[in-house]
C-alpha cells in the first residue's frame, strides 16, 4: 500500500525559483494537508484541504499556494523561493467524517533548501 | 489558541528501563485530541497513539500509554521496557475540534529527542 507519497525526496531552489511539490494519496481521503518542519522544531500547517476543489489558510501560508483539482493530489506550489523557506515538507492525509481519534496519515516528507 | 508545550528536549535512557515523556497542552475547547507521532532519523512520521479529551480510560496501544491528567493539561507518554529502536523524535500534537469542516488540524510540540543506550 502506497498511502501517501511526495515527490521530490529532496530538492536544492535558487533564491526567486519557483517549484512544485506534488503530493498524492490512495486512500480516499477526503482531507489532505501541508506542514513544514524548521530544524529542531515541530510541524506548522501550512494550508489544507476538506475535499477536491476547496482548499483554506493554515498558520504559515504565506509564500504558498495550493490548489485541489482531485481526491488523490494536493500540490503545493512556491512561487519566489525564499532562503525562509528553507525547510522539510510533509503532506499527509485523513479519513473525513468528523471522527475525532482518526490520525493523519504523513509522507516521507521533501527537503527542500533555499540557497 | 492552542498549545502543545515539550519541555524535555533531549532524554537518555537505558535499554529496557521505562521512560515518560512530557506534554502539556494548552486550549479553552472542552473537546479536543492528543496525539503522539514518532520521527525516527529517517524523517517519516509515525503515529503512536491518540487519547481523546472525553475518555475515561488512558489510551494503551502495545508498549505505549499515555498518562492523561486533564486538570493539569498533561498528556505525557510512557514507554515501558525500552528498546533501541525506540530512539527517535517524539512529538506530542493536538488537535481540537472542527465542527464545520471536520479537518485534522494539528498543532505540534517541539518535540523530545529520546535515546536509548545499551
Given at each position: 500500500?502506497?498511502?501517501?507519497?511526495?515527490?521530490?525526496k529532496?530538492?536544492?531552489?535558487?533564491?526567486?525559483?519557483?517549484?512544485?511539490?506534488?503530493c498524492t494519496?490512495?486512500?480516499?481521503h477526503?482531507?489532505?494537508?501541508?506542514?513544514?518542519?524548521?530544524?529542531?522544531?515541530?510541524?506548522?500547517?501550512i494550508?489544507?484541504?476538506?475535499?477536491?476543489?476547496?482548499?483554506?489558510?493554515?498558520?504559515?501560508?504565506n509564500?504558498?499556494?495550493?490548489?485541489?483539482?482531485?481526491?488523490?493530489?494536493?500540490?503545493l506550489r512556491?512561487e519566489?523561493?525564499?532562503?525562509?523557506?528553507?525547510s522539510?515538507?510533509?503532506c499527509?492525509?485523513?479519513?473525513?467524517?468528523?471522527?475525532?481519534?482518526?490520525?493523519?496519515?504523513?509522507?516521507?516528507?521533501?527537503?527542500?533548501?533555499?540557497? | 489558541?492552542?498549545?502543545?508545550?515539550?519541555?524535555?528536549?533531549g532524554?537518555f535512557?537505558q535499554?529496557?528501563?521505562a521512560?515518560?515523556?512530557?506534554?502539556?497542552?494548552?486550549?479553552?475547547?472542552?473537546?479536543?485530541?492528543?496525539?503522539?507521532?514518532?520521527?525516527p532519523?529517517?524523517g517519516e512520521?509515525?503515529?503512536?497513539i491518540?487519547?481523546?479529551?472525553?475518555?475515561q480510560?488512558?489510551a494503551?496501544?502495545?508498549?505505549y500509554?499515555?498518562n492523561?491528567?486533564k486538570?493539569?493539561?498533561?498528556?505525557n507518554?510512557?514507554?515501558?521496557?525500552?528498546?533501541?529502536?525506540?530512539s527517535?523524535?517524539?512529538?506530542?500534537?493536538?488537535?481540537?475540534?472542527?465542527?464545520?469542516q471536520?479537518?485534522?488540524?494539528?498543532?505540534f510540540?517541539q518535540?523530545t529527542?529520546?535515546?536509548?543506550?545499551?
Open positions: 500500500n502506497a498511502g501517501v507519497t511526495q515527490t521530490p529532496f530538492r536544492i531552489l535558487k533564491i526567486g525559483q519557483s517549484m512544485t511539490l506534488q494519496q490512495d486512500m480516499n477526503n482531507y489532505m494537508y501541508w506542514y513544514r518542519q524548521d530544524p529542531g522544531m515541530g510541524l506548522k500547517l494550508y489544507y484541504s476538506v475535499g477536491a476543489g476547496i482548499t483554506d489558510k493554515g498558520e504559515v501560508p509564500g504558498y499556494n495550493v490548489s485541489r483539482s482531485t481526491t488523490e493530489d494536493f500540490p512556491l519566489l523561493a525564499a532562503p525562509s523557506q528553507t522539510v515538507y510533509f499527509a492525509s485523513s479519513y473525513s467524517g468528523g471522527i475525532m481519534n482518526t490520525e493523519a496519515f504523513f509522507g516521507q516528507g521533501t527537503r527542500l533548501t533555499v540557497v | 489558541a492552542q498549545k502543545i508545550t515539550q519541555t524535555q528536549p532524554m535512557v535499554e529496557k528501563e521512560v515518560t515523556l512530557d506534554c502539556t497542552y494548552d486550549t479553552s475547547d472542552p473537546s479536543y485530541g492528543l496525539f503522539w507521532y514518532k520521527q532519523s529517517s512520521m509515525i503515529f503512536l491518540y487519547q481523546g479529551s472525553y475518555d480510560q488512558n494503551t496501544e502495545g508498549r500509554s499515555l492523561f491528567q486538570a493539569r493539561k498533561s498528556a507518554l510512557v514507554i515501558s521496557a525500552s528498546q533501541l529502536g525506540d527517535a523524535m517524539y512529538f506530542c500534537a493536538m488537535r481540537g475540534p472542527d465542527l464545520i471536520g479537518a485534522q488540524k494539528l498543532v510540540g518535540g529527542r529520546l535515546t536509548i543506550n545499551p
